[in-house]
């Protein structure tokens, strides 16, 4: 089973350069704004890719998603002026992050350890959505018609 066709590849390795060029000049620009623009760019890309995918669901919901955050930043980034300040070793925030990550392994810890044991995966109905999901539904991908056709009663 291929799961990507000659056609969509020949489509989607233009847009992985562009969203990884997108990146990379959102880690590398010096402007805040320009960082958030190429950000939106390579989110919109990926928006793009999944669309390629024949996954509109995850496109839909990449881009809305995308579209808000940028909103956001945009607006937090033009109402603000960050002024470039050398100041010396800051203890107050180096201690505070410290602190979270320590709080955060705690609690990560935690959640690792209710999870079940590698290999051992807790299949009830998802081998039945896998086995079956496809040809029950007649979706393009697997994905879809888990989403929208089995589990779209859910987020009604």
């Known amino acids: 089973m291929d799961f990507v066709t000659l056609q969509e590849a020949v489509q989607l390795y233009p847009l992985l350069i562009f969203m990884i060029l997108a990146a990379i000049v959102a880690v590398e620009t010096k402007d805040l704004l320009s960082s958030i623009i190429a950000v939106g760019a390579a989110g919109l890309g990926l928006s793009v890719a ?19 955050c940028l909103i956001l930043l945009i607006r937090a980034t033009i109402k603000r002026d960050i002024p470039s300040l050398n100041r010396g070793a800051d203890y107050t925030r180096l201690i505070s992050a410290l602190i979270f990550v320590l709080v955060f392994l705690y609690f990560g810890y935690f959640a690792l350890k209710g999870l079940p044991p590698f290999g051992d995966p807790y299949l009830r ?3 039945e959505y896998l086995n079956q999901g496809l040809s029950k539904t007649g979706a393009a991908n697997l994905v879809t018609a888990v989403i929208l056709d089995f589990r779209g009663y859910d987020t009604l």
């Open 125 to 127: 109905v998802s081998q």
């Open 50 to 68: 999944f669309l390629i995918l024949k996954a509109p669901d995850l496109a839909i919901t990449q881009l809305v998603v995308e579209i808000l």
